[in-house]
């Protein structure tokens, strides 16, 4: 690519990603920590408001726990499945820990404890009354004489598992079973390599369908509310907790919920420039509307759930849109394209490495006709350069006459200042996409590419790639930049991009520095190429 290609499209990926990076996360992390105050408050008398109680006609009765006098102390169990090791909680039945068998081991995805994932009715202290290899059972008393059961089931190829509460009224009389919910965070563990970023991804979302749209749409939580949010008017599909690898998610079968809860909660803290900081973890809750419950009914309520990583077609082979989690960007499209070109050519390559490297060829190959384009208007512009200078300084106070006369130098000598700007403006959103593409790729995590780099979805532990990028972009800039740059103060400043550019890099992906470093070489081994042509040569190919 020519200079004004490479500068631009350097200046605009800088802007997007440092944007991204610098701008839109730390403004919206700002927002969410001066809410967080006053969401605490409205969410903790929104608690007291929805505990679980029993009421038989108009007389209330207790839990089990003020009736005997003591509170039970907590007990664990464990349940180990083919996909994960899972300790739960005699407290409200949830799941303390679950730690997801990865390729590259254990990953505890339930990192911070406050009443666990699948919580229901914290208040009682159930036991376990059977059990087989994937499959366990809790009894709780809701008070004497009304049962409740908590069956999870898992799935042993991680597809989608179920959990059923069965509540069974053993009295001789109707009771009134207060709004209850089924709790999922605080927040969502993840793999090693994405720890630091993590905080900033957890999300708790919830799909709803769109009218007049085929797909529904996934909707963050905290950006509708930040107390209970009523979605009467809105028949949502399933909710749960989520991150860049990662997904746990409800979907109710048998019965409807029409609000969720949501609050943040402090899970630790952080070391940054400016000392420490609270990280906050989501928590949401699904609520479960008042029940009247007739003597000696059982009343159950059936739920599928899904608890492990956000592998994009296996989400898309599965019911209920759970693939609407996996966020490709602005450029999403784009960005589903990426990923399938990248699984056809793992298919063929067997390695995904390889694979990038061969989308970033293609790509170039692609480009190449707008490519040398761009190239001749560049070579056009270097040799008008003395015509335009004069042209400048003899109509410098004529701002009308000098625009006539710079654009019949142009039209004469073919030449286009913009020239570099239609390669750029269609390799940008390919860029973007890919970006995106390969940053939520869960085929990259623990794929190995060759030499040190054993995890494509993890940064160069040596940084090896980024500095090499670094340099290429650095001697190609050396090779491209006219002898003339160093009074341009535009020039002076595009001089330090490579820099930029190559500690932006070092945290990335390796998956993505792969495919930059290609592209760079690519474009570093044509201007080589190119440069070793004669005028006429470069004109005429």
Same mark, same amino acid.
């Given at each position: 690519?020519?200079?004004?290609f490479?500068?631009?499209i350097?200046?605009?990926?800088?802007?997007?990603?440092?944007?991204?990076?610098f701008?839109?996360?730390p403004?919206?992390?700002?927002?969410?920590?001066q809410?967080?105050?006053?969401?605490?408050?409205?969410?903790? $008398?929104?608690?007291?408001?929805t505990?679980?109680?029993?009421?038989?006609?108009?007389?209330?009765?207790n839990?089990?726990?003020?009736?005997?006098?003591?509170?039970? $102390?907590e007990?664990?169990?464990?349940?180990?499945?083919?996909t994960?090791?899972?300790?739960?909680?005699?407290?409200g039945?949830?799941?303390?820990?679950?730690?997801f068998?990865?390729?590259?081991?254990?990953?505890?995805?339930?990192?911070?404890?406050?009443?666990?994932?699948?919580?229901?009715?914290?208040e009682?202290?159930?036991?376990?009354?059977?059990?087989d290899e994937?499959?366990i059972?809790?009894?709780g008393n @809701?008070?004497?004489?009304?049962?409740?059961?908590k069956?999870?089931?898992?799935?042993?190829n991680?597809?989608?598992?179920t959990?059923?509460?069965?509540?069974?009224?053993?009295?001789?009389?109707d009771?009134?079973l207060?709004?209850?919910?089924?709790?999922?965070?605080?927040?969502?563990g993840?793999?090693a390599?994405?720890?630091?970023?993590n905080?900033?991804?957890?999300?708790?979302?919830?799909?709803?369908?769109?009218?007049? &749209?085929?797909?529904?749409?996934l909707?963050?939580?905290? &950006?509708e509310?930040?107390?209970?949010?009523? @979605?009467?008017?809105?028949?949502?599909?399933?909710a749960g907790?989520?991150?860049?690898?990662f997904?746990?998610?409800?979907?109710?079968?048998?019965?409807?919920s029409?609000?969720?809860?949501y609050?943040?909660?402090?899970?630790?803290?952080?070391?940054?420039?400016?000392?420490?900081?609270?990280? &906050?973890?989501?928590?949401?809750?699904?609520?479960?509307?008042k029940q @009247?419950?007739?003597?000696?009914?059982?009343?159950v309520?059936?739920?599928?759930f899904y608890?492990?990583p956000?592998?994009?077609?296996?989400l898309?082979?599965l019911p209920?849109?759970?693939?609407?989690?996996?966020e490709?960007?602005?450029?999403?499209?784009?960005?589903?394209?990426?990923?399938?070109?990248l699984?056809w050519l793992?298919?063929?390559?067997? !390695?995904?490495?390889?694979?990038?490297?061969?989308?970033?060829f293609?790509?170039?190959?692609?480009?190449?006709?707008?490519?040398?384009?761009?190239?001749?208007?560049?070579?056009?512009m &270097?040799k008008?350069?003395?015509?335009?200078?004069e042209?400048?300084?003899?109509y410098?106070?004529?701002?009308?006459?000098? !625009?006539?006369?710079?654009f019949?130098?142009?039209?004469?000598?073919?030449? !286009?200042?913009?020239g570099?700007?239609l390669?750029?403006?269609?390799?940008?959103?390919?860029?973007?996409?890919?970006?995106?593409?390969?940053?939520?790729?869960?085929?990259?995590?623990g794929?190995?590419?060759a030499?040190?780099i054993?995890?494509?979805?993890?940064?160069d532990?040596?940084?090896?790639?980024?500095?090499?990028?670094?340099?290429?972009?650095?001697?190609?800039?050396?090779l491209?930049?006219?002898q003339?740059?160093?009074?341009?103060?535009?020039?002076?400043?595009?001089?330090?991009?490579?820099?930029?550019?190559?500690?932006?890099?070092?945290s990335?992906?390796?998956?993505l520095?792969?495919?930059?470093?290609t592209?760079?070489?690519?474009?570093?081994?044509?201007h080589l190429f190119?440069?070793?042509?004669?005028?006429?040569?470069?004109a005429?190919?």
């Amino acid at each position: 690519m020519e200079k004004n290609f490479t500068l631009a499209i350097a200046l605009m990926v800088l802007i997007y990603i440092g944007w991204f990076k610098f701008i839109a996360e730390p403004k919206k992390e700002a927002l969410e920590n001066q809410k967080a105050q006053v969401e605490e408050t409205l969410v903790k $008398e929104q608690k007291a408001t929805t505990q679980v109680t029993t009421v038989a006609q108009t007389k209330e009765v207790n839990l089990v726990e003020k009736v005997t006098g003591k509170i039970e $102390e907590e007990a664990l169990y464990e349940l180990d499945t083919k996909t994960a090791k899972i300790t739960f909680s005699s407290k409200g039945a949830s799941i303390k820990t679950f730690e997801f068998k990865d390729i590259l081991g254990s990953v505890n995805l339930t990192p911070n404890f406050t009443e666990g994932f699948f919580a229901s009715m914290p208040e009682i202290n159930f036991k376990e009354i059977d059990r087989d290899e994937n499959s366990i059972t809790f009894k709780g008393n @809701i008070t004497r004489n009304v049962d409740v059961l908590k069956i999870y089931k898992f799935n042993n190829n991680g597809n989608l598992n179920t959990l059923d509460v069965l509540i069974k009224n053993n009295l001789a009389e109707d009771i009134s079973l207060k709004e209850w919910y089924i709790a999922f965070g605080p927040g969502l563990g993840t793999v090693a390599s994405e720890q630091k970023e993590n905080a900033k991804y957890q999300k708790a979302v919830f799909t709803v369908e769109v009218p007049g &749209k085929k797909n529904p749409a996934l909707k963050n939580l905290r &950006k509708e509310k930040t107390d209970v949010f009523a @979605i009467s008017s809105e028949k949502w599909l399933w909710a749960g907790m989520s991150n860049r690898y990662f997904l746990s998610a409800l979907i109710p079968q048998n019965w409807e919920s029409d609000a969720l809860g949501y609050e943040t909660v402090i899970a630790g803290q952080s070391k940054g420039f400016f000392g420490k900081k609270d990280i &906050k973890a989501p928590v949401m809750r699904i609520m479960i509307p008042k029940q @009247i419950i007739k003597a000696g009914e059982r009343k159950v309520f059936n739920s599928k759930f899904y608890f492990g990583p956000k592998d994009y077609d296996k989400l898309l082979a599965l019911p209920y849109r759970l693939d609407k989690s996996v966020e490709f960007g602005f450029f999403g499209q784009f960005g589903k394209w990426a990923k399938a070109s990248l699984n056809w050519l793992y298919g063929i390559t067997g !390695n995904y490495g390889y694979s990038i490297i061969i989308i970033a060829f293609l790509l170039q190959l692609l480009m190449l006709p707008l490519t040398l384009k761009s190239i001749r208007s560049s070579e056009a512009m &270097k040799k008008i350069q003395p015509e335009l200078k004069e042209i400048q300084r003899r109509y410098k106070d004529e701002p009308q006459r000098l !625009n006539k006369e710079m654009f019949a130098l142009y039209k004469k000598h073919g030449a !286009n200042p913009m020239g570099g700007c239609l390669p750029l403006l269609i390799q940008l959103p390919v860029f973007i996409a890919l970006f995106n593409a390969l940053r939520t790729s869960w085929e990259l995590h623990g794929a190995p590419w060759a030499l040190w780099i054993h995890d494509l979805s993890a940064k160069d532990p040596y940084y090896v790639l980024p500095i090499l990028m670094g340099a290429i972009m650095f001697f190609q800039m050396q090779l491209t930049m006219p002898q003339s740059a160093g009074n341009d103060p535009m020039q002076k400043s595009m001089k330090w991009m490579p820099i930029i550019f190559t500690f932006l890099f070092l945290s990335f992906p390796a998956g993505l520095v792969l495919y930059w470093l290609t592209n760079s070489a690519l474009n570093f081994g044509l201007h080589l190429f190119l440069k070793r042509k004669k005028p006429a040569q470069v004109a005429a190919i």
